[in-house]
């Protein structure tokens, strides 16, 4: 999935950039103008990234910081 997050960063037209992967998480380097679609297309892909009898749901958080992620 990481793999398509990367390719769908660089098509969309976002300045948005995966800067690393922490264990099951992706952390972003995105302006604040970018967060929703940023969040929007990442889930979007993650989601759909491979194909399982139980939905695979995702999660995007935005902060500052780790102490500061809030749920979008």
Known sequence: AMIY????LANSGLSSRMILQVHDELVLEVPENEIEAAAQ????VMEAAYKL???LLTEARS???WGSMQVI
């Open 5 to 8: 997050v990367q390719k769908a």
């Open 41 to 44: 297309l990442v889930r979007q």
């Open 53 to 55: 009898d139980i939905p």
């Open 63 to 65: 902060g500052i910081n």
